[in-house]
């Protein structure tokens, strides 16, 4: 019998699993993103690779992939879904009046030079999003148990109620609200509320409103 020379097996093989491979992105069996923004860190860093499916179902505290224009796909957090009433009072989420644990958060704080410079390593080698308010004061994101990791007690920097923010979904408009103090809304039947763990660097519902579950392209699995 004559033998199948090596190459040819090899890319018997190769073209099998192509052929899977694409199966499994046409179908969303499988979806393997790189995060391109800094929107869902300090969970996903920028160039972090993730892996989702049209299998696993969408649900609250999952991140889904989904499009905002049949376009561009984005990657975010479902914090709420059909008949659940979101709010945010002072940066801080409700889900159906109670106030959710969301450890996993970057929110601003309010830190001075003389702070900053007592942890500056720390937000160096954590990648920290920090900007000047003045010559003496910043803001910087930070989780809560970062907070406790670098021993700071920091007051929030966050948008006051009553202040509207003209940038929200134009359908919150209503509202009056702004990113830190918004709703209570409730969302409808076959739609998601997502929201970015970079919470002052994220264009989630805030900004681009529901998400229906036929924008819905997969959950993220790993």
């Known amino acids: ?29 499988i979806d393997i993103y790189t995060i391109s923004s800094g929107s869902s860190a300090p969970t996903y860093q920028p160039g ?4 989702a499916s049209k299998l696993k179902t969408p649900d609250r505290n999952t991140f889904l992939s989904f499009y905002t224009d049949k376009k561009i796909i984005y990657l975010s957090r479902c914090i709420a879904k059909g008949g659940d ?16 644990d969301e450890p996993y958060t970057w929110n601003e704080y309010y830190i001075s030079q003389k702070q900053y410079n007592t942890v500056r390593g720390y937000i160096e080698i ?6 000047p308010i003045s010559d003496s004061v910043y803001a910087v994101s930070l989780t809560n148990d970062e907070l406790k990791q670098y021993h700071l007690n920091l007051k929030p920097y966050v948008t006051s109620k009553g202040v509207v923010d003209p940038e929200l979904f134009s359908g919150f408009r209503y509202l009056k609200s702004n990113v ?4 209570p809304v409730r969302v409808p039947a076959d739609c998601y509320f997502v929201m970015g763990d970079n919470r002052h660097n994220a264009l989630d519902s805030r900004y681009i409103g529901f998400i229906k579950n036929s924008d819905v392209v997969s959950t993220v699995v790993r």
């Open 1 to 29: 019998m004559k033998k199948v020379p090596v190459i040819v097996v090899i890319s018997a093989i190769c073209g099998f699993f192509f052929i899977l491979w694409a199966i499994g992105r046409l179908t969303h069996f």
């Open 48 to 51: 972090t690779l993730v892996f």
């Open 85 to 100: 009433v979101i709010e945010i009072k002072d940066a801080v989420v409700y889900l159906n009046g109670k106030r959710l």
């Open 126 to 131: 954590n990648k920290n999003p920090i900007q």
């Open 180 to 183: 830190d103090n918004f709703g």
